[in-house]
């Protein structure tokens, strides 16, 4: 059965997923009766006609629009320009729904009140390296998104649509000023399925890692310095330790009077001992618990969490402290 619903799906380069993604269409319940797919890859997309005759019988409207260079916003920008329908709805090429997801979806929309429902993605991993990146990212929990969300069109009318400049980061934009804008969003109930996480490998991580927070970092919605406050007040309290004990240095003695109350014994050892315990009890068990991740895997897997959770935000830190030296080097010239 078709739905008045327009899905947007922007592709780059990612052909044998989007091909995956099309496949599991002949498993849905409901259809939308327009699909756009938003393309810009290097050498393009050729649909075999399997696909063509897929979308043929089934009465569905396919637009293949191609254009050079589009970052995601831009690409779902171009879709909701070009959109029949009032509802519209969003996939990516790496998340693969069930076959509920577009039927329950489109039913929760149109039969309440609600202007949108957001997606929930839950991102899968095999292997015990991409366990701890799960660990140390998103967790096992499903998490709002974008993709998988339904969203009336009007709604895009009143909060303006995606930010087209930037690679990442656009879709959080967006949702937070649809939450300023006090629109009524209820939750999906068939969370999708990412598979970016398949495969990947530490180098592609770090790089990944890196270019999404040097887009995301000059966006309204992303506070910086949550991040920085810690580093900074980590850096500092160590400096202070280093110097503490001076406060009790004695001219006459030559050196630290061991019995002034200024002065703590291995205050250095100390310090530092204190700032990664907190570090790891909260970025290393807290916060992998609170995303649903297990907690015999947390103490099993903990100094590999520990080391990757470093590096990932000495990685976002670098991007901030990038992001803010080109950003005030582009308003200086």
């Given at each position: 059965m078709l739905r008045d619903?327009?899905?947007?799906i922007p592709n780059r380069n990612s052909e044998k997923e989007l091909l995956a993604l099309l496949r599991s269409f002949n498993d849905w319940i409901e259809l939308p009766k327009e699909i756009l797919i938003i393309d810009s890859s290097d050498k393009g997309i050729n649909l075999s006609q399997e696909f063509k005759n897929f979308f043929d019988q089934q009465k569905i409207i396919l637009k293949c629009i191609c254009r050079e260079q589009l970052y995601p916003g831009h690409a779902r920008n171009l879709g909701i320009r070009l959109s029949t329908f009032s509802t519209i709805c969003f996939l990516d090429v790496q998340t693969l729904p069930d076959k509920n997801w577009f039927a329950n979806g489109f039913?929760?929309?149109?039969?309440?009140?609600?202007?949108?429902?957001?997606?929930?993605?839950?991102?899968?991993?095999n292997t015990f390296f991409e366990k701890v990146v799960r660990a140390c990212t998103f967790g096992e929990k499903p998490i709002r998104t974008l993709p998988g969300s339904f969203i009336k069109k009007d709604v895009f009318a009143k909060t303006g649509l995606f930010i087209e400049?930037?690679?990442?980061?656009?879709?959080?934009d967006w949702m937070s000023r649809a939450q300023l804008h006090n629109f009524s969003f209820d939750h999906s109930k068939n969370p999708l399925m990412y598979n970016g996480l398949i495969n990947i490998s530490f180098t592609k991580l770090i790089s990944k890692w890196y270019r999404n927070y040097i887009f995301s970092a000059k966006l309204p919605y992303l506070n910086p310095h949550k991040d920085i406050y810690f580093y900074v007040a980590a850096i500092l309290m160590i400096l202070v330790a280093l110097n503490w004990n001076t406060l009790s240095y004695d001219?006459?003695?030559?050196?630290?009077?061991l019995n002034s109350l200024?002065?703590?014994?291995?205050?250095?050892?100390?310090?530092?001992?204190?700032?990664?315990?907190?570090?790891?009890?909260?970025?290393?068990?807290?916060l992998p618990l609170k995303k649903g991740i297990n907690i015999w895997f947390i103490f099993k897997s903990l100094p590999m969490i520990i080391f990757l959770s470093i590096v990932l935000d000495l990685v976002k830190l670098c991007s901030f402290f990038v992001a803010r030296i080109v950003r005030r080097h582009d308003l200086s010239t």
């Open positions: 619903a327009s899905l947007i039913k929760s929309i149109n039969n309440s009140n609600n202007d949108g429902i957001w997606g929930s993605t839950i991102y899968i991993s400049s930037t690679r990442a980061g656009e879709d959080a001219y006459t003695l030559r050196g630290w009077n200024a002065y703590i014994p291995n205050i250095t050892k100390i310090s530092i001992a204190f700032v990664l315990s907190v570090y790891t009890a909260f970025r290393g068990i807290f």
